[in-house]
C-alpha cells in the first residue's frame, strides 16, 4: 500500500507545488497556468530599465524604483503583503518598468548618493531619461499606496513644477504647494534654504503662521538647520506668533537630540571642519538649551554630558548619575537621561549598576513612605 501512496503523493506535489519567485509561473494543473499576479520586477540594471523604457513604444515610459535595504521592516512589508497584491501588481505593471534596488549594494549606493535617498523605503518615479518625476516616502495600506503613486505619477505634482510655479508666482499659496511637495519628498535640506529665503520677503504675521508652522517643525528639528538659527536669533519675534512654549518645546527636543547623536557617535564630523572645529560647535548649540527650556531641570545635565564628551572626559559623566539629584526630575526626562549616559561608549559599568541600586532603594523607601501616608 505505501508502494502505491508513495507515487501517488509524489505526483499531487508536483502539481501543486509550483515556482513562486516574481514574474515566473506558480502552478501548472492539468495543463492551465496560474502566473503570478503581483508587481513584477525587472531583473536588470537601472540604466537598463532606463534604455528599455526608451526604446518600447507601446509599454511604460516611466520607471518604479523600490530603493530599499535589508534591514528596512517597512521595506519587507511591501515586498511581503503589498506588491505580491494583484490589484497593485496591475496597476504598476501597466504604468511601469518597476526595479527593487538595494541601496546599501552594488550600485544601489551611486543611486542612493545621485538621488539623496535619506529614508527607507524610498520609492521614486523616474521618466525615460532617469529624471526624478517625483518620489514616495514610506508604504503603507495597498489602496492608500496606489493613490499615493496616481498623484506622484503627475508631472503637474512634481517638485520641479511646483517651484517653478512658485517662481512664475511667487504667491502664499504656491510656497505652501512647494513646501508641501519638498515635505512630502523629505528634502528638507531645500525646505530649509527655501524657508530662509521666504522669511526675508514675507511679513514677520505670514512667515511666522499656522500655515508654514508644520514645515517650519520639520526643519528646526535639525540643531544645524539655517532655520534653527534664524529662530534663535529672532526668538522674540517668533515666540509673538507662534506662541513661546510650543516653539521652545520643539527646539528643546531638538537640541536634546543633537546631544544624544553627539555622545552616542551619531552625527559625522563636515570635511569643512576639524574634530575640535565640530565638537565645540555642537557643545555651543547644546548650551542654548537652558536658555529655551529654563523651566527644565535635565538640560543642565545634557549641557554636562556634551562638554565632557567634547573633552574625552567620558568616565566623569557616570560623576553625573545621582540619583537623589535624578530624582528630582520628571519620570521622562529622568528616563532620557538614563538611557543617553548608559549608552555612551567608556561609561563606567560600575557606575550605573550602583546607580541603578540607589535608584531602586529610594523608589522603595519613596512607596513605603507614601503607604504610610494612606495610612
Known sequence: MAKVLTPLLSLLFTLFIGVSSFGQERLEIKGEKEKYEGVIFFEGSLDEALELAQKSKKGPKLLFVDCYTTWCGPCAVMANTVFPLKRVGQFLNRNFINLKIDMEKGEGIEIARQYKIRAFPTFLILDEDGKEVNRIIGGGNPDKFIEKVKEAMLPANSVG??????????????ALLYLKGLNSSRFLEEMDHFLVDLSKITANKKFY???????IRSVIANP????????IEHKGISDTYLGKERVDKEMASALKNLARSFVHKKLEVPDSLTQDQFHSMIVSKVKLLPLISWNDLSTLYFVKIAELYAKGRVDQIASLLDAEKFMELDKSNRTVLEWVISKIDGVPKEALHNYYLEKERLLKKEVKINSHFII
Open 161 to 174: 513644477v511646483l517651484r517653478e510655479n512658485y517662481i512664475q508666482n511667487p504667491i502664499l499659496d504656491n
Open 209 to 215: 503662521s499656522e500655515e508654514l508652522w508644520p514645515y
Open 224 to 231: 544645524q538647520s539655517q532655520l534653527f538659527d534664524l529662530f
